[in-house]
C-alpha cells in the first residue's frame, strides 16, 4: 500500500506544500488526491513566486490582462483562479467528510505580517472573494497576527495559522481560536463549520539551531530540536482541547485546531529524507509536504501508529539541555519568526517585480 495513503489510516491527514497551474489543468491534482490520499493543499508567496516567475504556465494569462493593470490586481486574480480550482478539486472531499478534509490555504500578503487591521480586511476580502468553505486563509502567528486571528475566528472565517515555532506563541494561538470561537458563540452564531490548524515549522528550527548546537559540543543534539519541539507541542494540543473549557465548545460541534507539520523538507542531506514525517505521525495531525518530500515517503515511507506521542519525556529533555548549552529558544524562536516573514516577503517583491515586466507596469518595492 501507498506509505502516504497509509498516513490517513493512522489519523494524518496528507497535504501538498505545491501548487501551480499545469497540476490543475492536467489532472494532477485530481490524481494525487485518489493515489495518495491527499486532504488538502496549502501554498505561500513563495510557492506563487516559483509557479508564476519560474515556470510557463502563467504566459497565455498574462496576455489577458489589460496594459496597465497593477500588479497587486494581477496576482490576486492568478492566485484566486488556482485556489479556488484546487478547492473546488476538493469540494467532493470536504462535503462526505463533513468539514473535516479538503481544505485549501491562501495567504494574505507578507507585507501585512505586522499588521493587524490590514490582515484583517485582506482577509475578509480574499474570504468572499473565494467563497467556498474549504479555504483557509493564512494568516502568520505574529503578534499583530495574533488579535486578527482572533476576529476573523469570531466572523465564521477559516484560518490556516503560519509560520509558529515557539510554544508559548503556539499556546497563544490556540487562545486567539478558543476566544474567537467563544465570542462567536456568545452572539448565538454557528461555530460548526468554523475550522484552523496551526501550522508549526520544523527544518528550518534545525538549520538555525544545528550550527549552535555543534559549536557547543553537543553533537549529540544535532536534528534533534525541530521534532523534539513539535512533540511538546502535541502534548500541549492534547491538554488544551481536553479542558472543560474547549468541551463547552466542542458541545456545539466544533473541531479542534489540529497541528499541521510544516517546513518538512530535509535540509541537510545527511538526515534522512522522512524526517520530519516518520516520528510525527498522531491522531488529527497534519503533513503538509513538498513533492519532493511526498515522492520519498511514497517511496520509502514507513508508517505507523501514534508515534507523535513515542518518547514525550526525551523530547522534553532535548529542549532542557539546549537551554542548557546557553541557547536561549525563545530568542531563536522569534527569529525564526522573524526570518519565515522576510523568506515570504523577497519573493513576493520579486513575484511583483515579474508581473511589471510581464504587463509592462512600474513596480515600487
Do not use: C
Amino acid at each position: 500500500m501507498n506509505p502516504l495513503k497509509q498516513l490517513n489510516d493512522y489519523g494524518q491527514s496528507v497535504y501538498m506544500d505545491e501548487i501551480r497551474r499545469s497540476m490543475l489543468s492536467s489532472g494532477q491534482l485530481a490524481k494525487l488526491i485518489e493515489a495518495d490520499g491527499l486532504h488538502g493543499v496549502t501554498s505561500n508567496p513563495a510557492i506563487f513566486e516559483k509557479a508564476i516567475a519560474q515556470t510557463d504556465d502563467y504566459k497565455e494569462a498574462f496576455t489577458k490582462f489589460v496594459n496597465g493593470e497593477s500588479v497587486e490586481a494581477i496576482y490576486e486574480t492568478l492566485v484566486v483562479d488556482d485556489i479556488a480550482a484546487a478547492a473546488d478539486a476538493f469540494r467532493t472531499m470536504y462535503d462526505s467528510s463533513d468539514g473535516k478534509f479538503g481544505y485549501v490555504s491562501l495567504e494574505v500578503s507578507p507585507n501585512l505580517a505586522k499588521d493587524t487591521e490590514g490582515t484583517i480586511a485582506e482577509a475578509r476580502h480574499l474570504w468572499k472573494k473565494l467563497n467556498r468553505p474549504n479555504i483557509f486563509i493564512k494568516v502568520p502567528a505574529t503578534k499583530e497576527g495574533l488579535p486578527a486571528i482572533q476576529t476573523l475566528i469570531g466572523e465564521g472565517i477559516n484560518v490556516n495559522v503560519t509560520l509558529i515555532f515557539g510554544l508559548e506563541r503556539y499556546r497563544e494561538v490556540t487562545e486567539a481560536y478558543i476566544s474567537g470561537l467563544e465570542a462567536r458563540a456568545a452572539k448565538g452564531e454557528s461555530i460548526e463549520r468554523v475550522f484552523s490548524v496551526a501550522s508549526f515549522f520544523l527544518s528550518r528550527m534545525d538549520v538555525l539551531l544545528d550550527p549552535m548546537i555543534e559549536k557547543a559540543g553537543a553533537k549529540d543534539l544535532l536534528g534533534k530540536a525541530a521534532v523534539a519541539n513539535a512533540k511538546v507541542a502535541y502534548s500541549m494540543y492534547q491538554d488544551i482541547f481536553a479542558s472543560p473549557r474547549w468541551a463547552a465548545l466542542a458541545a456545539k460541534g466544533v473541531r479542534p485546531q489540529p497541528l499541521l507539520w510544516a517546513s518538512t523538507s530535509t535540509k541537510n542531506p545527511a538526515y534522512q529524507d522522512t524526517m520530519y514525517v516518520e516520528p510525527l505521525i498522531g491522531e488529527n495531525t497534519i503533513n503538509t509536504m513538498p513533492t519532493d518530500t511526498m515522492n520519498a515517503y511514497r517511496d520509502h515511507g514507513k508508517p505507523g501508529p501514534n508515534r507523535i506521542t513515542e518518547g514525550l519525556e526525551e523530547a522534553k529533555a532535548v529542549l532542557a539541555k539546549i537551554q542548557s548549552l546557553g541557547i536561549d529558544l525563545d530568542k531563536a524562536t522569534q527569529q525564526l519568526e522573524d526570518e519565515g516573514v522576510e523568506k515570504f516577503v523577497k519573493p513576493f517583491k520579486s513575484l511583483m517585480t515579474t508581473l511589471g515586466e510581464a504587463v509592462k507596469v512600474p513596480v515600487k518595492v
